[in-house]
Every structure is written in structure tokens, then in C-alpha cells.
């Protein structure tokens, strides 16, 4: 492939900008749309909700903890070819999918081969969005971010309008077709010119090792590069982030998976049904970089973890109405409302994890973050099929997100405020013991001698 270097913040990064606007909405905005497919898949198969749900979970779960391997394979290759070939393994998975005879053969080809291509050419994509913005990267983010919300807003439309003509089968075999443009839009992001040099040092010969322990510590120096367990060992603020987000995940995707059903279940119509989960996408095109710019002003800098927190209060507590009403207009209500929060929480997951974790730190920190939330979303849809399938009523699916929502938003802002307030704390003993030692200097004069003043600091 010619490597045709591109300068940051010319004019091509605009056209960067578009494709990774379309590659966030065929990636992220695609689970969003399983639900549509929840109870055909079910006729199809005779499966219970526990089994349906491991369909979309297996889906996300791959989507978020194969960040390393893709931050592997963008080292190696690079962006523009990883992103390509993310393209292909989506395509490829949703067309295996088409021609799946058991549930089994779904979860790998819907579920791990398709989601591990929607985790490339999405990780990559943003990637390489940092490398063509430099001045104006936050509005790149913010613009790139909408895509997400283009891709709510589209894809629920799009499935229902194909599964009426074609059937699951023939829109998954669609489908694969349609994750063929992440390849196109993989092709237009060229290699970037860096004008840092990469550094040349002679190096001694490594101690000779035994195949088996090369290949050992080649693992766990690969595993200390990208995932930061001494962070989580010694931040505590960061081991609060990652458990009550970890927590909150098992409820959070709930509405995305069962929202559908649900409406289904209450004798909603099925083109209404679907019609809800694109307002809540629509809805995002606008909030989301509203809440970006709101969280990005330094009026909020310091209170930007109790709103990260307050946001999956009000997402927990939408629940509640949800699962009190079945009508539609009550549940578009919910869908805005619902909009509100997730465009909150989507805008300050990771400005929240910056201010936590120093930026030198912070891809580790991400790497760690994604696979332990991927095992959140492993678990979350089956445990809520589990609780459907022994209760037969869809409202306590609703209960069991807000539960773990609200409970989550509690967790994370009681733990922010007492850390603060030993961190406050500290300083005060610091800043004390300070003014004690300025205090000695000045009453004993610059002709005695200083007595030593022994002072124990735990904290900066």
C-alpha cells in the first residue's frame, strides 16, 4: 500500500473526520439494533431470553475487551490497515451469521467474529483521529462523536424495514455488505508525517532465555504495557472509577437490549417499537456535544466526577418510569429523558478518567478499563434473560437496571466525595506543618541554630 504521508490539520483531516463519523456509526451504533431482532431469533431457534441475550452480549463484550489486541495490531500495521481489516471480519462474521443453523454458531459469527471487526476499525479509527488533529482535536472528538449517534439513529430504521422484506436471514446477509464501507473509509486514512524522529540506540545483547520463559516474560511485559494493574493497585481513586462502572455496566445496556420486546410485549407495533430506539438516537445527535462542550468549561472541572455520577442516578431512575408504563407515549417520554443521561455519561466516561489517571498513564489505564467492562457486558444480558425467563414479565429487567444504576451512582459519588475530603485533609496537615516550620525560622532569628522540624508527608 504506497504510504502517501498526510500533514496534521490539512485538509485532508476534514475528509478523516467524515469516515470516522461513518465507522463510530456502523461500530457503535450497530448493537443498538439486536433488540429489533430478539424475537424472530427466538421463533427461529426455540431458545429462552437467557439464551437469545448472550447473542448481543458476546457482541459487546468482544467490541470492548479486544482493545489491546487492536492497539497491537495498530502498532504493527498501522490504522489504515487495521481498520480495513476490521471491515473485512464484521462483513464476514454477519455473513456467516446468515447461514447459521443453531444458536452456538451465531454466538461466534454474530457475536465474537463480528464484534472483533467493529473493534478494530472503531479503536482504530479514533486512533488515528488524534494523529490528523492537533489544534482543534476536541472538536474532532466531539464531531466524530455524533456518528455514534447517526448510527442509533439509523441502524434500529434500516433493520426493520429489511427484516419485513428479507427476513433475519437476508438482512444479516445485508448486513455484511454494509460493514464493507468501514474498509473504504479504512482507505482514506493515509499515514500521518510525524516530524519526531525515531530514536536509534545501541542496545546489549539480551541474556539468553530458555523458549518457554521468553515466551513468557514476552507476555507479561506485553500485558504491564497495555493494561495498568499497578494502577488499579495504587489509584484508589481509579480502583472506585473502574468498580462502580464496572458495576453500573451490568444495568446500562439493559434498555438498549429489551427496550424493543418490551414495547413489543405491551402491544406496542412493530414500527413504532423500533422507532423508539432511534429517537433516543436522534436525540444524542444534539445532546451529546452539548454535554461535551458543558462538561469541557473549567466552571465544571472540579465537579466533573459527581456529574459523571449524577448522570447514572437519572439514567436508574428513567428506569423506574419505564418499567411502570408500557404505553408509547410514556415510553417516548422515557426514550428523551433516557437520551439525557446516556448523552452525560457518554460525554464525561473517559474526561472523567483523564482527570483521574495522569495522561502519560492514561492508554493503559484505558486498555484495563475496557477489557474489565467487557466482561460487564458479557454478563449483563444474560442475567437479566435468566431473570425474564423466570419471572416472564419485562419490568423486572427495568428494575434490575435501575438497581444496578442507582446503586453504582451512589457508590461512585459517596467514594469521590471522602476521597476528596482525605485528600483536602492531607494538604491541611501539610500546609500546618509548613506554616509551623516558617514560624520556628522566624522566632529563633537567623543567628540561632534551627531546631529540625521532622515532617512526615504521605501526600502531594
Request: proline share 5%; glycine share 10%; hydrophobic share 50%.
Amino acid at each position: 500500500m504506497p504510504q502517501a504521508l498526510e500533514h496534521a490539520d490539512g485538509s485532508w483531516a476534514w475528509v478523516v473526520l467524515l469516515a470516522t463519523m461513518v465507522t463510530q456509526g456502523l461500530t457503535l451504533g450497530f448493537p443498538t439494533c439486536i433488540g429489533i431482532f430478539f424475537t424472530e431469533l427466538q421463533w427461529e431457534f426455540q431458545a429462552s431470553n437467557s439464551e437469545t441475550s448472550w447473542i448481543p452480549s458476546i457482541l459487546m463484550a468482544v467490541l470492548h475487551m479486544a482493545g489491546p489486541l487492536c492497539s497491537i495490531l495498530v502498532g504493527r500495521f498501522g490504522c489504515r490497515v487495521t481498520t480495513m481489516l476490521g471491515g473485512v471480519l464484521a462483513s464476514l462474521g454477519m455473513v456467516a451469521s446468515s447461514f447459521s443453523r443453531n444458536l452456538s454458531q451465531l454466538y461466534f459469527t454474530a457475536g465474537f467474529i463480528t464484534g472483533l471487526g467493529m473493534c478494530f476499525s472503531f479503536q482504530s479509527s479514533v486512533t488515528v483521529l488524534g494523529f490528523y488533529f492537533v489544534r482543534r482535536r476536541v472538536l474532532a472528538n466531539a464531531l466524530a462523536s455524533m456518528g455514534v449517534s447517526l448510527g442509533i439513529t439509523l441502524w434500529p430504521l434500516l433493520s426493520r424495514y429489511l427484516l419485513e422484506d428479507l427476513g433475519w436471514r437476508g438482512t444479516f446477509l445485508v448486513f455484511g455488505g454494509v460493514f464493507l464501507h468501514c474498509c473504504i473509509c479504512g482507505a482514506i486514512m493515509r499515514p500521518v508525517a510525524t516530524s519526531v524522529a525515531p530514536e536509534t540506540k545501541e542496545c546489549p545483547p539480551p541474556p539468553p532465555e530458555t523458549p518457554a520463559l521468553g515466551c513468557v516474560a514476552a507476555c507479561g511485559r506485553t500485558i504491564q504495557r497495555h493494561l495498568a494493574f499497578d494502577i488499579l493497585r495504587h489509584n484508589t481513586g481509579y480502583c472506585v472509577y473502574v468498580l462502580g462502572v464496572m458495576w453500573s455496566l451490568l444495568g446500562f445496556p439493559l434498555p438498549q437490549v429489551f427496550l424493543v420486546p418490551y414495547a413489543m410485549w405491551h402491544r406496542v407495533d412493530e414500527q413504532q417499537a423500533a422507532l423508539l430506539i432511534s429517537i433516543i438516537g436522534f436525540s444524542n445527535i444534539f445532546l451529546r456535544p452539548l454535554a461535551g462542550l458543558m462538561a469541557g468549561r473549567p466552571a465544571f472541572a472540579s465537579h466533573r466526577k459527581y456529574l459523571f455520577s449524577l448522570a447514572f442516578l437519572l439514567n436508574g431512575l428513567t428506569n423506574l418510569v419505564c418499567a411502570a408504563s408500557g404505553d408509547f407515549w410514556v415510553l417516548v417520554g422515557y426514550c428523551l429523558v433516557y437520551s439525557v443521561s446516556m448523552s452525560g455519561i457518554g460525554a464525561l466516561i473517559f474526561q472523567v478518567l483523564m482527570d483521574i489517571v495522569p495522561m502519560d498513564q492514561f492508554p493503559r489505564a484505558l486498555g484495563l478499563f475496557t477489557v474489565l467492562d467487557g466482561f460487564a457486558f458479557l454478563i449483563s444480558p444474560p442475567l437479566a434473560g435468566l431473570l425474564l425467563d423466570a419471572t416472564n414479565n419485562f419490568s423486572y429487567v427495568f428494575f434490575m437496571s435501575s438497581f444496578f444504576l442507582i446503586s453504582a451512582a451512589l457508590f461512585m459519588g459517596g467514594s469521590f466525595y471522602a476521597l476528596q475530603k482525605k485528600e483536602q485533609g492531607k494538604q491541611a496537615v501539610v500546609a500546618d506543618a509548613f506554616e509551623q516550620d516558617i514560624f520556628l525560622e522566624a522566632k529563633d532569628g537567623p543567628g540561632k541554630q534551627q531546631s529540625p522540624v521532622i515532617m512526615y508527608v504521605t501526600s502531594v
